[in-house]
């Protein structure tokens, strides 16, 4: 077997027009960004063009310098490994002594104000500090490091290129606008996608309630093949604006598709609740019909930036509507609809953070086959323990089990190794089974 | 176990049928991975159950056996087959799978290295991952066990996407054939550090490696190694709380605030020394949840790094 | 000022009748014991006298040895240091070729045996084992380490004579009696110990439903200066049996008293509730009638045995009840009653796992002084919710807090540092305040 | 703070008298110590607070500014002290201070050796302890520290439980004067290790060391030093998950059960569009808790070792 696989779903070079992650300062600033050749970013009082950035390798870094022309993102060759110093644990020198004032740095202000005109890079402004401070050479090589950073942040600010891909989405989201996702953390994310058994070729029912972080997560899952169906109660969709940040190729976005709960429960309906009753025909109008939530899904899709502004980089300028990406959330083909009334949906994923858990299960579960797995998320418990408590009852699924995922980040440095001091103690609960058949 | 092409869709409306994989479950802690075999029978606890009753039924099925016991009919995934496989060695479990698949960045059409194999409990939601057009190549130096993985692969149907090859990576390194080729590679290595550099080579630009370690020695020696050639350099330990859930009856106090501000205290007082303990009056019972008493308390840290662009 | 200090309350050595912890082979089991010239202890199927612990040092290790006159405890004289032994991270050893069977052993059970009669220590037993094991010498160091210390524990089982101490009486009762202490984990005892500011002459309200633990760990706070009152609705006290544990002294046992909530209540009705009311005729009759209560304590503290025989050595032969500690619980003197009407209690410390707390709560609370700190401990976390919910409504505390302490231990050897892979996940929830005065 | 004997019983009935420490509360995270004086005023954002009328008043009072504010006056606990002292260094948090008291089976009596005092945090908790006759014995080697250290004990009134000495403890060890004195011994040094042996000597027999640091490298060597003369070595974390509590409407689908059950779908159908997004249906309000988003992840690893009995 060949080893060369088609990576195309998996582009490592960043094009005019995608979707990035700029990763400022090493965590400091996150931000969604449009690469075109007028995109300018904003870092401090400077503004540059992220043009420089199209067409590099995802995971290059930049640093910001001033030219002739003003600031410019340029290309860092080699990281310098700043870690790798460390401080021995044994190292004779602390601080007793040392007396922290103001008085420690030599270099004005207007001096390197005045070195950054003509054209000293950030790392030579950031040795000059070195040298000109009084302290520098009494700290500990931890201190000194951690100076060295600081001075690094302000005068030569790296700028990470990242592909936007579920993990850095959810988490740029979680630590921005945690409650536009509902709090759901990106290990939750994780385990609701195993949990689901998300795949290609499979035909997943969605219930997303946390703006399409979790309908642009299954559908990068099944890469293309198989159906990502949103459904909904009522004739609007749920907004799933975040799947934009994806870069879902257009194969992709033509298997993310709505569909009003109504019309997908006629079977259900006719199967299950009622068997043998004959499809009545109210179901079948609505299909032929035009589907009620196309008007309101084309006002989402062509106002984005004015309701995801905070996202975006407000100095991204004018998107050229040219380069967009297809739109993803159309209405489910009437073929695959009636695929799904025949053989139930091969599983359900559910992210509902403030909404009451079992009015939406309850109506949604008789929709999977049987075995089907589900996975429901929460930023409550007791809204899922009402829920398991009437699955149970209702001998509707087994293998139920309410989880809470717990995340701790490490420093790993030389004698410094610990947990971060500071960590997200809240990631949202789970609730999985998988549904039987009660007869 | 995966559908791997859009003909033979994900559809669990099938019925169990002639040599079938079904997990067998008859508790949430006691499940059973069988293949189905008209002729047979399982035997367990709840009686004799004959493979031949099952074969028609939709997966999901409660089937009985003689006696009247019952069980259910799972189509299996990789996470019921984490709960079935044999233990060949410790297996990685569901949160650090989820969280591997997650950090790893794996799509379909994927090409991910693993070593080792060891159970192939991760192996097989790599699969999944990569599926269809991926492919996931996982060594073992241990002949026995890479035998048996493949057997594993070969009964969950996985043996397309899955390679299993028989290799000192520690010592060896991967394969050079794989040079460039790999998307995401996975380590659970005694000694992960050895196998770092040739993880360098065999990785694509901006690549991920994720290394599984139990014991915190190793992570910083392998966080040591790493930092020359990798960046993004994180460690994680992922851990699951489960809850129990269950009906409460909560006692209360006699005395409830209405009736200490209706009585006058004399009365109110006789009142509670005449009713006992005061414990008897016992609420309508509500649905409560508690975290479990005992947990998995560590499995490993996971340290991921991404491969430095070359710029 | 003088180092040398009184540690009267902290002996450092067994005496006859004494209560002890007997902790066998590092934790495999615990069990608490009382040593007197004629109580037994059985390991395995070895029955030996506990005489040889009378009068040692708390912490001293034993080990089971068979003499002449049949089993005994022979004290260690020096504890090998079998952890430094240690593995390398860089053994070349794995366990590639390794196939275990039975086969390795080649010293029968009957030889083993033989071995014991003739009077060979269990050390000499566990060397010639490892002299005689065919694949000893092909584990990797781990591997033998594991292997020594299993056939130790075996041959030679090692008892340690352990202190009770709140933090070892909660810590056994924890690993094996949990519903009895409600789930409460030392770590959230502690918590509560804390919070509740107990000191010396303090005047600490008690709610106890979990047996005596947290009864016990107050007195021990507080030496024996001030009042551990224990209150309960009713007319029976709640069993305060694993207060016998701690081992007090009469002057601590008598600081532990009882006192039904209707009678400490008398003072809240009068002031709180009818501010300027006099006290009502049947507040003074109640106090100088018998306690209701002291038929019933009596009986309880007659049949200890009985209700607790689980956890004390079944071998511990009969205790005599000549020295036996004095009685904890006796009935609250007057005058402490009248002088906790007139200045409140000083702190509310609470463990109700099964209760609805805000039922009881609502009762208790008024009994403090304002200022006054209360923790309250519940294994369920809804109660909790409630409680803060309503003392928030009501006005009645400042500072809620609802806390649940997380645990975790860790192994350090070289080159295997790691948490431990089993945690108790749980260990109850903590609501802390303090009372302030509403008007 | 704390009632050092019989006659000043605690008692916060008491009322504020001119030159008492006083916990100013305004809300669970902004709280200052005070000492009243009758001509002082405290000023804030919620107005001007003249000490004069706070005399008098009880413990636990809500007292009013010029301008209609109010702050809660409270008397001090080691546990409110924690939260108002000045953080001269990373100081100890009640999770940690608590389990460490229990661990190191602190009784009234003990004597009790302490190296670095820092900010007095953990020590004032040891000295209710020991109270009201044992006494702590505390060391730092930084100067100016040590003499905030003992202006705070003398503030709070703890000056006759605690005693404070410039003393590096890591290259000088604890004074002779405490050898076998000990009853427990807590270390919060960057290299504990080099301590030790000195806190074998004086800790009594049977008596507990308890060793604080934040890296695990530091741990794993202390580990190492212990094993020789230490035993019942074991390193735990402790920490805190807060939780809060809120009153939350919860929305739920129009259609309930009954009605599913009860109207025809194609009734069913027509009303829940007709009804927009179908989430209009707020139900009362529910009080519930969750954990808190951030918290505090790590202080530091605890390490409690026992004196080795010399039989």
């Known amino acids: 077997m060949s080893i060369e696989l088609n990576s195309n779903q998996n582009p490592k070079i960043t094009w005019e027009g995608c979707n990035v992650l700029l990763d400022i300062n090493d965590g400091d600033r996150l931000l969604f960004a449009r690469l075109t050749p007028g995109s300018t970013l904003k870092i401090g009082n400077k503004s540059c063009s992220l043009q420089p950035l199209i067409g590099c390798h995802f995971g290059s870094l930049f640093q910001l310098e001033t030219g002739d022309k003003g600031p410019f993102l340029s290309p860092v060759v080699e990281v310098s490994n700043q870690e790798e110093k460390g401080c021995k644990i044994d190292e004779p020198k602390d601080n007793r002594a040392l007396v922290d004032n103001n008085t420690a740095q030599s270099l004005t202000g207007d001096e390197i104000e005045a070195m950054r005109r ?101 559908a990068e899952r099944m890469g293309g093949m198989g159906y990502v169906c949103n459904t909904y109660l009522g004739v609007n969709p749920y907004p799933i604006d975040i799947v934009r940040m994806f870069n879902f190729s257009d194969e992709i976005c033509k298997r993310i598709v709505q569909s009003p709960l109504a019309e997908l ?68 083909p009437e073929v ?25 299960v309850k109506e949604v579960l008789p929709l999977l086959s049987f075995s089907a797995p589900f996975a429901i998320y929460h930023q409550y418990l007791q809204p899922l323990v009402t829920c398991m408590h009437n699955l149970q009852l209702g001998k509707m699924a087994i293998g139920l089990q309410i989880a809470e995922p717990w995340l701790r980040e490490y420093q790993v440095l030389p004698s410094r190794t610990h947990p971060h001091m500071q960590m997200s103690a809240f990631g949202g609960y789970v609730l999985t089974g998988t549904r039987i058949c009660s007869t | 176990m995966l559908p791997t092409d859009s003909v033979k869709r994900l559809s669990f409306k099938r019925c169990v049928s002639e040599g079938d994989l079904v997990i067998v479950y008859e508790r949430h802690d006691n499940m059973k991975a069988i293949k189905v075999c008209e002729s047979a029978v399982l035997q367990n606890r709840f009686g004799v159950f004959k493979h031949s009753d099952w074969i028609g039924k939709p997966f999901g099925s409660k089937v009985f056996s003689s006696k009247g016991g019952f069980v259910y009919l799972l189509a299996p995934t990789p996470e019921l087959w984490t709960l079935v496989l044999s233990h060949r060695t ?222």
């Open chain 1, 118 to 218: 003509e054209g000293v890079t950030g790392d030579e402004i950031v040795e000059a500090l070195i040298a000109n401070s009084a302290t520098f050479d009494k700290k500990t090589s931890f201190s000194q490091e951690k100076y060295r950073l600081k001075k690094q942040k302000k005068y030569a600010p790296r700028v990470l290129l990242r592909r936007p891909f579920a993990r850095s989405i959810c988490e740029t989201y979680f630590k921005k606008y945690p409650t536009r996702i509902g709090y759901l953390r990106v290990d939750s994310l994780s385990l609701l996608l195993s949990m689901a058994n998300i795949t290609a070729h499979s035909d997943v029912l969605v219930v997303d309630m946390i703006g399409g972080l979790l309908t642009g997560a299954v």
């Open chain 2, 90 to 311: 410790q297996i990685l479990y569901i949160a650090d799978i989820s969280f591997v698949i997650m950090y790893l960045e794996i799509v379909p059409g994927c090409v991910v290295l693993e070593s080792g194999t060891g159970s192939g409990s991760l192996s097989t939601s790599l699969a999944r991952a990569v599926a269809p057009s991926g492919h996931v190549y996982t060594f073992d130096f241990h002949e026995q066990r890479a035998a048996s993985a493949r057997e594993d692969f070969e009964k969950t149907g996985l043996s397309s996407l899955v390679t299993v090859g028989v290799r000192d990576i520690q010592g060896e390194g991967f394969p050079e054939k794989f040079t460039g080729k790999a998307d995401s590679v996975f380590l659970d290595l005694p000694q992960p550090w050895l196998a770092i550099p040739s993880v360098g080579k065999m990785l694509k630009q901006d690549g991920i490696l994720c290394s599984f370690s139990p014991c915190i020695e190793q992570v910083q020696r392998s966080c040591e190694t790493l930092r020359s050639n990798f960046t993004d350099i994180r460690t994680f330990e992922v851990l699951l709380r489960t809850y129990e859930v269950r009906e409460v009856k909560m006692n209360s106090f006699q005395g409830d605030e209405d009736r200490s501000t209706e009585l006058p205290p004399c009365k109110r007082k006789q009142r509670l020394n005449e009713e006992g303990n005061g414990l008897e009056n016992p609420s309508p019972p509500v649905v409560m949840a508690r975290p479990s008493s005992e947990a998995r308390g560590h499995t490993g840290y996971l340290t991921f790094a991404r491969l430095k662009c070359a710029a």
């Open chain 1, 336 to 360: 695959a609809i009636k695929s799904w009334r025949e053989t139930g949906f091969s599983s359900l994923i559910m992210a509902v953070p403030d909404m009451d858990a079992w009015t939406i």
């Open chain 1, 265 to 332: 429960s006629a079977r259900e309906n006719e199967i299950s609740l009622q068997p043998g009753q004959p499809e009545d025909s109210c179901n079948t109008e609505k299909l032929t019909s035009p589907p009620p939530n196309s008007v309101n899904m084309d006002e989402l899709m062509v106002t984005p930036e004015n309701n995801n502004s905070e996202i975006l980089t407000t100095a991204a300028s004018p998107v050229s509507k040219a380069c967009k990406a297809a739109k993803a959330g159309g209405k489910a």
